[in-house]
């Protein structure tokens, strides 16, 4: 119960964080600075900004430099659905209980809200120099999200995955779309708060090893539930990758096995946790939490 409260505390705190950051709807482009915000504001855990966080103080992370990190990976996070709702993508008309953005603002104005965040959440991270005496720690960062949304981190992994829908996937091709398309962005966020928190070279590559399980864990749910949870609870389609004619992991490797990887990869990722600095009983009961959601 106390977790709960916790995490509805922090979630709360984080949505307001990324808020904060979101661009005023004015001027002559201000119907693509609404479709951003809509795009934004229309929900979602906020994990990724939160991971950022809570990593950010396992380090003993203590200014406000990680803000504007946690409200860019939240804008990068957001620019990747609204592009993968699109008809030429997956097609689909509603994510988290509303109207996707192309549904809502069109095609055109989905494609240029969704290039808009991509841009703009980099613009947001550069505000961290000026938030902090340590530059090239800001500097890094921005590299590193550059690195894991791009055509080495996410949009390689989406890239696969959309060149291979259709087709049958093996071990090999599915781990690496999993590994960059969603592995990827939590990998970027829990490596920021670290580095961004002074942590040193080996403790960034142990937190890169557990965001990689975490991802990999979060993913296979991910795919758990498109089969056995529904439009009402998830807010959005379900068997959308049996529509897309997707290998997932389920279609793999069965749901009996999709289970136990699941528990097994975030028992790893809590296994890598401890051997951290820091109060872990957050970030473990966050990792349990993705791991085990519902929708």
């Known amino acids: 119960m106390e977790f709960e409260w916790w995490l509805s505390e922090a979630s709360a705190e984080t949505d307001e964080v990324v808020r904060a950051y979101l661009p005023p709807e004015e001027g002559y482009q201000k119907t693509v600075l609404s479709a951003m915000n809509y795009s934004v504001k229309a929900g979602g855990k906020r994990l990724r ?17 990680a803000e504007p990190f946690m409200a860019a990976i939240e804008m990068i996070h957001t620019f990747s ?30 494609v240029l809200a969704g290039d808009a965040l991509a841009i703009y959440a980099f613009e947001t991270a550069a505000k961290a120099f000026a938030m902090t005496d340590k530059p090239e720690r800001v500097a890094r960062c921005i590299g590193l999200l550059a690195q894991k949304s791009g055509i080495y981190g996410m949009i390689g992994g989406q890239t696969a ?15 690496f779309i999993y590994r960059l398309k969603t592995g990827a962005l939590l990998e970027a966020p829990m490596m920021i708060g670290a580095i961004l928190a002074g942590a040193d070279e080996e403790q960034v590559r142990t937190v890169e090893r557990m965001a990689a399980c975490v ?20 807010g959005k389609p379900v068997l959308s990758d049996e529509k897309n004619h997707k290998t997932t992991y389920v279609s793999l490797y069965g749901m009996e096995q999709a289970g136990k990887d699941v528990e097994k990869l975030s028992r790893e990722a809590i296994g890598i946790l401890e051997t951290l600095p820091g109060s872990h009983e957050m970030l473990r009961g966050l990792i349990l939490k993705l791991v085990t959601r519902e929708k």
């Not at 991971?51 to 200014?63: D, N, P």
């Not at 993508?89 to 989905?110: F, L």
């Open 49 to 65: 900004p939160l991971f950022l966080r809570e990593v950010y103080r396992l380090f003993g992370g203590t200014g406000r430099e």
């Open 81 to 110: 659905l609204v592009h993968d709702d699109l008809p030429c993508m997956d097609n689909d008309e509603y994510r988290r209980g509303v109207y996707t953005t192309w549904k809502a603002y069109g095609y055109d104005m989905a």
């Open 161 to 175: 995955d959309v060149e291979l829908t259709g087709q049958p996937l093996d071990e090999k091709q599915l781990d």
């Open 215 to 234: 991802g990999q864990a979060f993913q296979i749910r991910d795919d758990i539930l498109d089969l056995t949870s529904s439009r009402e609870v998830l």
